[in-house]
C-alpha cells in the first residue's frame, strides 16, 4: 500500500490525464494500488455533459488483469466489488442520446464492434446501490428507478456504446413499489435497443 498522500496525487494524475485526453469530467479522491495489482479506489464521481451526476461510487475494488492495455484506454478487471453505485443515466429535454452514450462516445473511435472504449470484468458484485433510468422528452419521464439494488453480474463488457453480461443474481426495489427478490437474466444495450 503506499500513503494517503501519494494515493491522492495518483488520483489527481489518473482523473487530470483522463479529463484532459477525452474531455471528460471524472474525479476520484483516492486510489490505492497494492504490488499484487489490487485497485481501491474511494469517492468516484463522473459528471455528465450538463454538470449532473452520471455516476457515482463510494468504493470500488477490483484488480488489473493487464496493465499495458489500461495505458491505451482498456479497462480490464478481474473482479469488481462496487458499493453504494449509482449509476444516472438521462436522455435530457430536446436531446436524442442519453448521458451515458454521450460519455461513452467520448472514449469511442467509430470503428463497428472495435471502438476504441473497452471495459470488461469477469464479475462484479454490487451493493447498496441505486439505477435510474430518465428520459426528459417523454411525458412521464422516470423509467425506472431502481434502490435497494444488490446483485452479481458476470461477463460484463462495453465495447464502443454496446454492453453486455449475465446477470446471475439482482435484487432491488422499484419506485413504484415492487420489490425483485432474485432476477437472473442476459442483458444488452445498444443505442438502438434495450433488452
Known amino acids: 500500500m503506499t500513503l494517503p498522500q501519494v494515493q ?3 488520483a489527481q494524475y489518473v482523473t487530470e490525464n483522463l479529463n484532459e485526453d477525452y474531455k471528460t469530467d471524472i474525479q476520484i479522491e ?4 497494492t504490488i499484487y495489482g489490487g485497485v481501491k479506489l474511494k469517492n468516484v464521481l463522473i459528471k455528465d455533459h450538463h454538470k449532473d451526476t452520471l455516476i457515482y461510487a463510494n468504493r470500488i475494488s477490483t484488480n488489473i488483469l493487464d496493465v499495458n492495455k489500461l495505458i ?10 462496487i458499493d453504494r453505485l449509482l449509476l444516472n443515466m438521462k436522455t435530457y429535454k430536446k436531446e436524442h442520446d442519453s448521458n451515458l452514450n454521450l460519455f461513452i462516445d467520448a472514449f469511442d473511435d467509430g470503428k463497428p464492434s472495435s471502438g476504441k472504449f473497452l471495459f470488461t470484468s469477469k464479475n462484479i458484485f454490487l451493493e447498496k446501490s441505486r439505477f435510474i433510468l430518465t428520459d426528459e422528452n417523454r411525458e412521464v419521464p422516470k423509467d425506472v ?3 435497494k439494488l444488490h446483485g452479481h453480474l458476470s461477463d460484463f463488457k462495453i465495447q464502443g456504446p454496446n454492453v453486455n453480461t449475465i446477470i446471475e443474481k439482482m435484487s432491488f426495489q422499484d419506485h413504484r413499489g415492487l420489490f ?3 432476477l437472473e437474466s442476459k442483458f ?8
Not at 483516492?30 to 494500488?33: D, G, L, M, R, T
Not at 491505451?72 to 466489488?81: D, E, V
Not at 444488452?188 to 433488452?195: I, L, R
Open 145 to 147: 428507478d431502481f434502490t
Open 180 to 182: 425483485v427478490k432474485n
Open 30 to 33: 483516492q486510489i490505492a494500488v
Open 188 to 195: 444488452s444495450y445498444t443505442k438502438n435497443k434495450f433488452f
Open 72 to 81: 491505451n484506454g482498456k479497462l480490464i478487471f478481474g473482479n469488481l466489488r
Open 8 to 10: 491522492t496525487r495518483i
